[in-house]
């Protein structure tokens, strides 16, 4: 494969949705956030990135190596959010903590796990 050609194509483990598959998949993410709106959940959204120490082994599902890091311009080491869970989480500790529980918080977003496996893809 040629370089022009190789740029045309995406890395193993993503693929891109476009046309009708992405109408689709937007459609069932807008008639799903409108069903937990009604059942009273709040819509929240993390960034795709955060600091490496909120994905430590006991708060995340995914083991430092199948993380992507990189760092910012402070050597903090970033990573490409692995799970929904940790950032909920702190998002809950900042901004939630003197609401009445239980909270109702609906999330939807990409999650990047860089492994050799891809089950379900």
Do not use: W
């Amino acid at each position: 494969m040629n370089m022009n050609n190789q740029l045309l194509h995406t890395p193993d483990g993503v693929r891109d949705i476009y046309a009708e598959e992405c109408a689709r998949k937007l459609a069932v993410e807008q008639k799903i956030q409108h069903v937990f709106g009604l059942y009273g959940y709040q819509s929240i959204e993390t960034p795709v990135f955060e600091f490496f120490d909120i994905f430590k082994k006991e708060r995340g599902s995914v083991g430092s190596q199948g993380m992507y890091k990189f760092f910012d311009r402070d050597n903090n080491t970033l990573v490409l959010r692995p799970d929904m869970t940790p950032p909920i989480a702190r998002c809950v500790a900042k901004y939630y903590m003197d609401e009445t529980k239980p909270l109702r918080l609906c999330y939807l977003g990409p999650t990047f796990i860089n492994g050799t496996s891809y089950q379900g893809a």
